[in-house]
């Protein structure tokens, strides 16, 4: 649905002079336009002449295709409904009559309401909430109350387009929320277009979905939200320039960076939910779901996950994970270079599938104890608290939806895992990543408790009474996990939980020493943890390549690779790698207005062990110099390696084959080993000064801490992977086991097939085929 | 009919009004019981004397201010909706008075020369007067929002048209000067048959024609710009409004002369009787209220001090005064 249904064709509008002119624009069904601007810059008067209630001073204005000139005032009316800042002060008029004044356009030549205008006033009444107050004069309720009535008004009146200058001016807080929700309920539920002016831009961050600024007597900039709130910019609008913000908290822009259009492609999914969802009955009746919730935090909901994917993968099926959110540093990057979850990677793995975004559409990333970065189908979208999420979480639905349904289209099965505990009775609300998930999507649930913790019978039990009966209905059996011991033992066990819970035992699992990633957030503290995990922090690049590269250190269970996109993340990493990207001098020019520049600047002074690998190793050098078409474009790089770097048009593409030349600082013993890799660049880099030549055949150098190479899979030779962890661990006095590092893929599918030797052996296969609806073969 | 309060209103009014019409033609220097009245306006003509009485002097009277009172109710109804304000009203905003003038002049220049003036005459100059004035107040509602200041250069033009109207008298040489005196302080004596006929057609058209624009006023109560988001083409009400109440109380000043106050209060004792602001009940009911009032203080016109007849304007003051005072202090102290 992409039809517009307001457009303005060089429209200038004003009173006895032009205030704002050159306006064309275009509303769209189902979409939230937001005008901003300094005061006096014509957001009214122009919000007042496309609803046709001030004659446009030249121009036309086009409603459904139509010039509004030619039609009469009652067909407009029909179609636009506005909500206006003037107060109204109809004497004696109960809030139902004021409502009802929305039916207008419909009534007859006396205004005599027909039953079917009574039935739309009182369903409007009852939708918002306000059969209480729906008889009391309109003169004597609040502020807020009466900004209410005046939307319900406008809603009863069944417009195209809702209009509304400043509606939450004025009110405070639970009316601004109430008034805002709404808002996003009727452009989703309605398809409703809303054009609104608003002064208070971090509500307009948040509820927009195209954003107009207005000023000097034009339309300055139009475009997404992450287009228009650029720092620069909307300072500029306001002419706050060189104003101090020390009173306003947090800066209700986006600071002034590149990396937009990727985001705004990101932001417009998420923002606008598909109404014509292609045959999604179709698509869950062709593909059964098993959901494993779980009744605590690691009671091994993703390594169960993880088994089934496995055994439904070798029965024949095609099976997918999924997880509708996840809370994790240790992500994975896609072959399309989106961000998820580590664990849905490896039950993808499990599954024998490449892993992708849509199997796990939203990762949030702690940043510390308050905000989280939102990773919406693999694209950072922003820094949110854990309350304007949860505001926020209701908009994902289709989101999940939508990344569901690509995975049903192509799997016979679908694994799904939950979050946590379904009953976190305060935190339901919106849920979607247990029940909330079980029931958009219609899963059958299969519940796990993990004996080792205790209270099997209250963890089970528990959960299941607690759950709301529809909810309940859903669980179709129970699993008793790390059970440690003679199962025998725990016969009686099963027996009384199936009579209690009235739920079949589908098995019980004995305690797995596997080494598998199955934890999400092991990680979740690393900055304030001096000793424990040797961790990684891989600077994501926003236009990183090549990140494969890092795979590797997947092999060892207590290596931690953390991709770092902020300051506040980078903390103190045991390593820091710089990877390849697809355009260095945004990204080091990214790198800059980040903050992480002077971070990493200062680490490196610290002694921390730098890695630059192709684009990062040039980002190490002092300058890269590009030469495009005659125009020489130039960055200073972190001055850390005295290298400069040309880039030309020539593409560098060839295997590798060479060994470590030299090398200093800590890894200085790593000399000699040999290595094999490929380069893919673009540049030539050259020293200006005597230098440590690092791989061989001047493709590296390094001075130090501080290691530049253009060999990717430099880590992957077995090698100089083990010896380099083990002397950055040495160093810092960690431990790490190296054992496990062979030949990686193999040690994998051991330990996945040891995974689904246990789970075939304890679990009652044919029930769970059955519970999904397909034949066991 | 909004509600069951509305109702009863109604019911009231329509007990009222009925007992006030018999009162009306009951009441005068000859008694006249009332169920000779009822024997009489059924048709029997048993006393002549009181037959001419009832057919010629009170019945006429009756219905004339039956029918203006409730003109003169709607003018200020209609014209406390244009201004979306409490105290406007035709006597207020010097509506009355550019009428009475206009009148007052067309008489006399007709009388010098002979002539006397026939009753559409009357109308028109009334009318042409009314709009006269009401296009002042408009010009300065144009440049003054303030409404205290709008009402203050109505009465200052009503001023100087009953201060005009009262040289023209004073220094007309006529025997008819004594009616024309009576007429421009407000009354509803020598109104005959003929007149009663036309008065009945001009207030019932222009009734019909006010009910008409029931929707419009309803949505309008919202204030222009959500009325004109509604639908409403304001400038044909706004137009329909001006004109429909300027002849409503022209027609009242042609042959009653100026009578104050009734248009201003009549519509805020109906709605603090009804409880509601809603057109539907508030344009029949101010009609009704209108004419029962004006009946009352006709009939204490004629009676109280009798065989003088006090002017009518001076009844309608003293009684309706007090409610709009009332009024108007009772929704400061809400507002404040």
Known sequence: MNDSILKTENLIIGYDKDIVGNIDLTVTAGKILTLIGPNGSGKSTLLRTLAGLHKERNGIIYLNGKSIISLKAEEIAREISVVMTMTVKPELMSCREVIATGRYPYTGMFGRLRDEDNSIIDETISNMGMEDISENPFMSISDGQKQRVMLARAICQEPSVLILDEPTSYLDIKYKLDILTRLKELVREKNIAVILSIHELDIAMHISDHVIALGEGKILKEGTVREVFRESFIRSLYGIENSSLEFIGSVPWFTDENNTED?????????????????KEEGKGSCPVLMIQGTMSNAGKSLIAAGLCRIFANDGYRVAPFKAQNMALNSYITKAGGEMGRAQAVQAECAKRTPDVSMNPILLKPNDDHTSQVIVNGKAIGNMTAAEYFGYRKQLIPVVREAFDRLAQSSDIIIVEGAGSPVELNLNKDDIVNMGLARLIDASVILVGDIDRGGIFAQLIGTLELLEEEDRRRVKGLIVNKFRGDLKLFDEGVQILEERSASKVLGVVPYLKLNIDDEDSLSEKICRKEEGEFNIAVIRLPH?????????????????VRYVDSPSELCKPDMLIIPGSKNTISDLKWLKTSGLYDRIKSLSYEGTVIFGICGGYQMLGRRI???ADGEVNAEEGLLLLPVDTVIHKDKVTREYRGSIAGATGILSSIKGIEIKGYEIHMGQTDTYEPLTEFTSGKSGYCRENIYGTYIHGFFDSKEVLIRIVRLLAEAAGKKVNTDTVRDRAVYKEDQYSI??????NSLDMELIYKIAGLSKP | MQNKRSKLTFIFLIFLLIVMLLVSIMSGSVRIGAWEVIHMISGKKDDLMNYNIIYNIRLPRTIAAFFLGGALALSGYLLQT??????AGPFVLGISSGAKLTVALTMIFLLERGKTINSAGMILSAFAGAMAAMGFVLIVSFYVRNMSILIVCGIMTGYICSAVTDLVVTFADDS???????????????IDIKDVKEIVIITVIGLIMVLMLVKPIGA?????????????????LRAALIVLSSILAATVTAYAGPISFVGIAVPHILKSMTGTSSPGVMIPGCFMTGALITLFCDCIARTVFAPTEVSISSVTAVLLVPVVISMLVKRHMAQS
């Open chain 2, 176 to 190: 008819n000067i004594i009616n024309l005196h009576n007429w421009s302080l407000g009354s509803f004596s020598g």
């Open chain 2, 82 to 87: 244009f201004f979306n304000n409490p105290i």
């Open chain 1, 544 to 560: 990183i390549s090549n990140f494969t590269d890092f795979d590797v250190f997947a092999q060892l269970p207590e290596v931690t």
């Open chain 1, 263 to 279: 985001v705004n492609n990101i932001f417009k999914a998420f923002v606008s939910p598909k109404t014509d969802q292609p045959d």
């Open chain 1, 625 to 627: 110099e590009e030469n």
């Open chain 2, 220 to 236: 309008y109560r919202l204030g222009e710009t959500y009325a004109k988001n509604m639908g409403v083409n304001i400038k044909l």
């Open chain 1, 755 to 760: 995974l689904e030797e246990a789970l075939r």
